[in-house]
């Protein structure tokens, strides 16, 4: 029998040998006591050995968080403002009497009432609520049949009201409606199947390679979204309006290789990421049409794999040979109370945070990593490669007379690493950048002009009395800043096209003892793009800044090409 243990598909019956059950603990229990924090995340232990957690929620009406883990079944309280956990275990779990395995659980939310909890259970094709007052669960049964699947895969839930809810699963290529007044505890009564019509948008694609990805509910307009993808193939976009129960279908460009995560800002723009590359979109509320083009949408990309990632110092700039340009895999995808977009990277190992108003994106760098999900040798101990497989998050938001409602924290869970841990976004990032020209037309091909762009980045101290906003920044005599630069050229981020200078290649910045309170220090490079082939036509964004041993920061710079 064959066994595949990796991060999304793991799953090993009694039947295996010993050695079979080892490998499958090595990938995904973590290690004992291996906690990690740096000045903006601070990890977690789990109390339960291989939990495997992955879906995730904050509870707003309680200050708690609730998460799965989805070895044993068991449903995790952990409580903040004092840092203990509690444990209610799931009546009925696939996994849990067998020697190693799990089933996936990608999504947890609280209803509108704030008093009930439902999360997906792939291997029982079953949505779960647990009623945090009476603390008791009700299981719901999913009536899917197939002849390729035993279980629809749930994945992605939203509620429109209190009475109604909507869900998708990767395998049930349909909406499903679930009236939660009707719903019935070990039944499938209250839940309604929309089949959605592909209407031949995957031609050519056999049916058990296509899946869902997520949804989500624009409220006002009444439409849910949705994204269907065959994973590095395809991507559609799909409309549904509540009103006249009508499907509308885009078809995304050829660049878009698996739409997975999908939120709406407050301007009900719709955000996916493609969980296949580098990249996330912005697109406007799309014209009634079949097939979108990349004039209506906004292309943006991460910064390039941290050198981290392959155990080498993202200070260290002597190896050429790094191939950064690989794809950090953005996932899920949230919007915020403050205007920002928030996915997960899940190979930069990453939790990304995207300002559309003023254009800029930071990267918070998670604490651990796991050589195992690397291409390190895993026997040498001596160094930090891989990374540490942040499935899925939640936001946590709070309100002050001063601020109003901001976004104050956000929330993930560590799949193979046993860990829960969270981005304390109550402390200030110290650094801004300056980026000169930010839009620039240029002639494509080897003949083009070549482009400069100088980035000036300011430190601020931070070493006030105001602990709520101190930087460990200021801690070090030197800081060290590495320039960092990606584009929509390619979707993995990759500036195709060009040869890129750097000068310098890496910022040293002096934190002297006469650097008071108010003072800032800044320090500066340039970039040089010299085309050496062809380039399309078009308009492309840069992702130009700088990485940190916490943060990347980056602004985005407009760059059109023409003939």
């Known amino acids: ?49 291989c939990s495997i957690p992955i879906s995730i929620a904050f509870d707003e009406k309680d200050n708690k968080v609730w998460f799965i883990g989805t070895r044993n079944g068991t449903l995790f309280e952990y409580i903040p403002s004092n840092q203990t956990f509690k444990t209610y275990q799931i009546p009925n779990w696939f996994s849990r009497d067998l020697p190693a395995g799990n089933s996936w659980s990608w999504d947890l939310k609280l209803d509108k009432s704030g008093n009930n909890i439902w999360f997906t259970d792939e291997k029982l094709n079953s949505l779960w609520k647990f009623n945090k007052n009476e603390k008791e669960f009700e299981q719901f049964v999913i009536p899917f049949y197939s002849n ?11 509620f429109m009201d ?7 699963g990767i395998r049930s290529l349909s909406l499903w409606h679930g009236y939660t007044d009707r719903m019935t505890n070990g039944t499938s009564t209250g839940i309604e199947e929309i089949p959605i019509p592909l209407d ?3 031609k050519g694609i056999p049916e058990y390679e296509i899946g869902i990805g997520s949804l989500a509910i624009d409220h006002a307009k009444k439409n849910i979204w949705i ?39 407050s301007n009900d723009t719709v955000w996916i990421t493609d969980h296949a590359t580098s990249s996330l979109y912005k697109i406007d509320p799309p014209r009634e049409s079949v097939t979108l083009t990349p004039s209506d949408m906004e292309h943006i990309v991460t910064s390039p794999l ?37 996915t997960n990277e899940h190979v930069g190992n990453k939790i990304a945070r995207y300002f559309p108003g003023n254009e800029t994106m930071i990267e918070y760098w998670v604490p651990s990593q796991n050589i195992l999900y690397s291409v390190c040798d895993p026997n040498n101990l001596d160094i930090e490669c891989g990374y540490s497989n942040v499935l899925q998050f939640d936001i946590e938001s709070k309100t002050s007379p001063t601020l109003g409602n901001y976004t104050s924290k956000i929330w993930f869970t560590e799949q193979s690493e046993n860990k829960i841990g969270f981005v304390d976004l109550e402390k200030t990032v110290p650094i801004s950048l300056t980026v000169t020209p930010n839009h620039s037309n240029i002639s494509g091909g080897i003949n083009g002009e070549t ?80 085309p050496v082939r062809e380039i399309p036509p078009g308009n492309y964004n840069l992702m130009v800044g700088v990485e940190s041993k916490d943060i990347t920061m980056m602004k985005k710079v407009r760059l059109n090409i023409i003939n």
């Open 162 to 168: 209190d009475k109604n809810m909507y869900f998708v």
């Open 451 to 530: 482009v400069r762009i100088d980035v000036q980045a300011k430190i601020k101290n931070l070493k006030g009395n105001d602990l709520t906003i101190r930087s460990d920044f200021t801690n070090e005599d030197n800081i060290t800043l590495k320039p960092v630069i990606s584009g929509t050229f390619t979707p993995n981020g990759d500036i195709n096209g060009f040869e890129a200078t750097i000068e310098p290649e890496v910022l040293h910045i002096n934190m002297n003892q006469n650097f008071t309170d108010s003072d800032t220090k800044f320090a500066s490079f340039s970039i040089l793009l010299k």
């Open 1 to 49: 029998m064959t066994v595949t243990l990796n991060f999304a598909n793991a799953s090993i019956l009694p039947t295996q040998p010993p050695n079979q059950i080892a490998e499958f603990e090595k990938w995904n229990c973590g290690k004992v006591d291996d906690i990690n924090s740096n000045f903006y995340i601070e990890e977690i232990q789990v109390p339960e050995v």
């Open 227 to 265: 994204t269907a993808l065959a994973f590095e193939k395809k991507g559609v976009l799909i409309k549904y309006n509540l009103g006249d129960k009508n499907f509308t279908l885009y078809e995304l460009p050829d660049s878009f290789r698996s739409p997975t995560g999908i939120t709406l800002d």
């Open 306 to 342: 941290s050198s981290r990632i392959y155990g080498v110092d993202f200070k260290d700039t002597s190896n050429k040979s790094l191939h950064i340009y690989e794809n950090s895999l953005p996932y899920w995808i949230d919007s915020t109370n403050d205007g920002s977009i928030v």
């Open 200 to 202: 031949g948008l995957f």
């Open 148 to 158: 390729s699947y035993s279980t629809a895969y749930p994945v992605s839930i939203e």
